[in-house]
Structures are given as C-alpha cells and as structure tokens.
C-alpha cells in the first residue's frame, strides 16, 4: 500500500514539473521581449506606443522620473538644471554621484553669484536715489535763491516829500548851466519889457471933477 501511495505521488510531481517546464520558456520569452529602456529616448518611444493619450502622458512621466539625461548628438549624455538654467555633461542616462556632487557645487556657487548681484543691484539703486535727493535739494536751493534775487530787483516806491509850498510863491528854479538859452532867456526877458517902458510910457489916467 505504501508503495502505491508512493508512486502516485511521484506521478503527480512529473505532471507538475511537465507543466512548469511547458509554461517557463513562454515566460521567459515574454521577458526578453519586454526588456527595461536603457534611457529616456528609448522609454519615449514605447510611451508613443500606448493605447490611449492618457496612458501616454502617464508612460512620459514617468519616463521623466527615471531618466534625468539626454542624449547628445556626438555621443553621452547631458543634464539641463532649470535651476540654475544651465546644461551639464553627465556620462550615462543619469547623473552619477560625483556628477551629482559637482552640480550641487556649481549651484552653490550660482546662488553666491546671484545674491552678490542683487546687492550690487540694491546698492547702484540705493546710490542713484541719494544722488537723485541731492538733486532736488541743490534745485530747491537754487529756486530760492533766485527769488530772493527777483525780490531784491523790485524798486522800492519812494515816499513823496510832505513839503508843503507857499501859495503863490514861485518854486525854485532848478540851477541851470550858464550861458545856455533857458537859463538867460527870463533875464533878456526882463530887460525888453524896461525898455518898452522906457519908450512908450503909460498915460496918466485923468483927474475926476468935483
């Protein structure tokens, strides 16, 4: 009895290890078929293949997520950092970690340079603002200089002389050069006005009767 129980166990062990051995090489054979993309160009080309558009977006992204590099025209491959916006050399599909380290080093180095720049930039706008103040000072002072000056230009009105005149006296003549014709004029004036009298003398006005 045992030994038949023995033998029908060793018989249902080769129909097992038959079906095994029947399904193996098909499973392998799809395996090899279906082979890892060794990059992002290849990985991009089976995403192209997918059934519909959003499985498509979902195989490129992930494609972006297991594959950093590019393929370069001339061979290798290169790493764009959008943070420091620049293209790095890398040997394989991604960077290694001594690459990794000399792109973390230049970014380093990149954040330096930015932020000298910026105070470079706060320090030349501080400058031109102060210099733009000094500006308007040195205009200001200029606008009120020149309306003291404008002021200081105006004549002053002079206040008439509270002299008052005799009634009926002559005002003083005003000196006048000698031997000029306004100034001997009245003179020979005088000495015509003589000499008519002289010759034409006024009739006495006669006597009343009483």
């Keep these: 009895m045992s030994a038949v129980v023995t033998s029908h166990r060793a018989a249902l062990l080769l129909v097992a290890a038959a079906g095994f051995i029947l399904l193996t090489p098909r499973h392998a054979e799809a395996q090899w078929w279906k082979r890892a993309p060794v990059d992002f160009e290849e990985c991009a080309d089976a995403a192209e293949k997918a059934a519909t558009k959003a499985e498509k977006t979902a195989a490129l992204a992930d494609c972006n997520a297991k594959?950093?590099?590019?393929?370069?025209?001339?061979?290798?491959?290169?790493?764009?950092?959008f943070l420091q916006d620049r293209t790095f050399d890398i040997a394989g599909p991604n960077p290694t970690p001594e690459e990794q380290k000399k792109i973390d080093e230049a970014y380093t180095a990149y954040l330096a340079k930015q932020r000298r720049s910026n105070e470079a930039a706060q320090a030349t706008a501080r400058q031109q603002r102060e210099q733009q103040e000094q500006q308007v000072q040195q205009l200001q002072q200029l606008q009120q200089v020149a309306l003291r000056t404008e002021v200081e230009r105006v004549p002053v009105p002079v206040e008439r002389p509270?002299?008052?005149?005799?009634?009926?006296?002559?005002?003083?003549?005003?000196?006048?050069?000698?031997?000029?014709f306004s100034c001997e004029w009245p003179r020979l004036s005088e000495s015509l006005n003589d000499l008519k009298k002289l010759f034409n003398p006024t009739p006495s006005k006669p006597a009343k009767k009483g």
Excluded: E, W
Excluded at 70 to 77: D, N, Q, V
Excluded at 165 to 180: L, N
């Design 67 to 81: 594959f950093a590099g590019r393929r370069k025209l001339g061979g290798g491959y290169s790493y764009y950092d």
């Design 162 to 180: 509270k002299v008052q005149q005799a009634a009926g006296a002559r005002p003083k003549a005003a000196p006048c050069t000698k031997s000029s």
